[in-house]
């Protein structure tokens, strides 16, 4: 004891003839290197995390006087940030040193012997003790006897065991004993675990509150996932609080829990419901590449019934392209995953590039089953589709009854700005003669897109890949709007929009893409983040739409621009035609979402 107070006076009296010389200097222009050696890892971050002079060296109001005192004070911060990690016995050898642009400190540290664990006492009671969730926490207690005892560790399953039990309606429990008995000798610790779970919960009455009766309860209620009587389970009102704020009938949603109104032992549950405007409309232009120059009008009737029923007219204008689509959904029997829709549409289709219109008319009806909270959605369909086009010199008209299956899964940080994330899509359809279809075939395809950034977002790497494959007897048979192409903004760039595909020659002389039965495409693209939102781009394109698998891919090549809007990147490209003869430019420009 008298040695240890004989070495401060001795250290403290350095200290003050060392700065008593410099009373009035302040250290922001000179250098502090503080060493920390002797620890790594989880250890080492705690100590730098709680060392006052780890955080103040570089301040500009750090004086000689403050130094001195943070510097006497950082063995016993260092003392503190090990015993969470076991190490109750730590020496800490602190040296000084003065150099001519600074100050060099260091704390040497001989962290000593771990603590272990030598006797645990574990108790589950109350009605909740048959929780199995709660049982299987247990049984994953993180110590046994003869482990390292780590305080944060054993926090940390503390309270993860006081939130499951309050996810789980057990709002009365807490642990009536939570000791641990250190023998910093023999280093070695006990713990002693007793938690009461109290009584369980249950939901109680549930009542949706509305402004006026614009929803019938009839409809609401197939929202709730969970009944009266059953265990109350904080996870299920969360996901019908993001459920319902999903659903475009709602503008403002809130799910109360009234806890402290529980009679025996039932949570009321209160839902707080605020319609959005009945009718919405769209209005909209643009320009890309693939379309040239484009408006859009729609309008919606949202809550055309009481039971969620809507009603949406869409008409898209373009040089290329004309389309309306007129349609009525119908919720499900399971609002947040399915809804039936019909819908009528007509397209008029003319393709810059590919000399081969066509005019169709469709009439669908569809069920949809997907999971916006889990990002994957499954469309069944049945279509009739009446088609009007001309081939080479002939005009025809293909009538179709054509059953498909679209499924869908998009995961991703942003859709309109992916970090990172991934979509992939698969397509079957097809139609036969036997049931009054004009043609037979059989159709699918598969598309996928993967984005990564790394380097802190400094740079993105996006992969994109389709295939696509037709059995059919005869290509001239399946109309334009089913036949493959290739080419375009968000295909293989360097060439125009659905140029790309089995070519002949019309009576004319002139060529005319006529598809492919089969699609095959490859896309690397990498991103530079440059300033603020901009980045540049170089990528690689290649495929083509064929007829025969072995037949020859087209390939492009080029640089981009990007610029991060609200609703996806602008994207300005310059790509070169490497499949054709002198390799040719061509400006792709385009909007829209990553995924």
């Not at 492919?516 to 394109?541: M, Q, T």
Request: proline residues 4%.
């Amino acid at each position: 004891m008298k040695s240890a107070l004989i070495y401060t006076l001795i250290r403290q009296f350095i200290f003050f003839v060392l700065f008593s010389l410099f009373p009035l200097i302040g250290l922001s222009n000179l250098s502090i290197k503080l060493s920390i050696d002797g620890i790594n890892n989880q250890a080492l971050q705690n100590v730098k995390n709680r060392l006052t002079l780890q955080q103040e060296k570089d301040s500009s109001e750090l004086d000689v006087t403050r130094l001195q005192r943070l510097y006497e004070q950082g063995p016993q911060e260092i003392q503190e940030a090990l015993e969470p990690f076991g190490y109750y016995h730590a020496v800490i050898t602190p040296s000084f040193k003065k150099t001519q642009t600074g100050y060099n400190i260091r704390y040497q540290i001989e962290p000593g012997p771990l603590t272990v664990v030598q006797q645990i006492t574990l108790s589950l009671l109350g009605e909740g003790a048959a929780d199995l969730d709660l049982q299987q926490l247990f049984d994953r207690f993180p110590f046994k006897s003869g482990n390292v005892f780590i305080q944060i560790d054993y926090d940390a399953f503390k309270k993860e065991v006081a939130n499951l039990a309050n996810e789980h309606g057990l709002f009365d429990a807490r642990f009536t004993t939570h000791k641990v008995s250190l023998d910093t000798k023999a280093n070695t610790a006990k713990i002693d675990l007793v938690f009461d779970t109290g009584k369980q919960y249950y939901f109680g009455d549930i009542q949706f509150i509305q402004q006026d009766e614009t929803f019938a309860l009839s409809f609401l209620d197939r929202f709730v996932s969970f009944r009266e009587g059953d265990l109350y389970r904080q996870t299920a009102v969360v996901e019908l609080e993001k459920a319902l704020n999903n659903n475009e009938n709602f503008s403002s949603i809130d799910v109360v829990s009234r806890i402290s109104q529980a009679e025996e032992e039932h949570v009321p549950i209160d839902i707080l419901i605020t319609p959005r405007k009945p009718f919405a409309f769209n209005i909209g232009g643009g320009y890309g590449t693939d379309t040239g120059l484009r408006s859009t009008l729609g309008w919606q009737w949202r809550h055309l019934t009481s039971t969620g029923h809507q009603l949406n007219n869409i008409y898209r204008l373009s040089e290329y392209k004309n389309s309306a689509e007129f349609s009525y959904m119908i919720p499900g029997r399971d609002p947040v995953t399915d809804q039936l829709l019909f819908s009528t549409g007509y397209v008029d289709d003319r393709p810059p590039d590919r000399d081969l219109n066509s005019k169709t008319a469709q009439v669908n009806a569809s069920y949809l089953q997907g999971d916006p909270l889990k990002d994957w959605k499954r469309t069944w369909t049945l279509s009739y589709q009446d088609e009007l086009y001309k081939d080479l010199d002939s005009s025809n008209r293909s009538t179709l009854y054509m059953p498909s299956i679209t499924w869908e899964m998009i995961r991703t940080n942003n859709r309109f700005n992916a970090r990172h994330g991934y979509n992939v899509r698969v397509n079957l359809r097809g139609a036969s003669n036997d049931t009054g279809s004009s043609t037979s075939f059989i159709q699918g395809d598969i598309f996928g897109k993967w984005i990564q950034d790394f380097d802190n977002d400094n740079y993105r790497v996006l992969l994109r890949g389709e295939f696509g494959a037709s059995k059919l007897d005869s290509l001239y048979a399946l109309p334009p709007s089913l036949r493959f192409y290739a080419g375009g903004d968000n295909s293989v760039r360097g060439y125009g929009f659905q140029s790309l595909g089995y070519t002949t020659v019309n009576d004319e002389g002139k060529e005319v893409v006529e598809g492919g039965s089969y699609l095959i495409v490859g896309s690397a693209e990498i991103e530079r983040k440059i300033i603020g939102k901009w980045s540049l781009a170089a990528f690689y394109d290649v495929g083509n739409a064929i007829i025969r698998l072995n037949d020859p891919l087209k390939e492009g090549v080029g640089l981009g621009i990007r610029w991060q809007s609200p609703i996806g990147p602008v994207r300005v490209d310059v790509a070169r035609a490497l499949s054709e003869p002198g390799w040719p430019y061509r400006l792709h420009v385009n909007i829209g979402p990553d995924l």
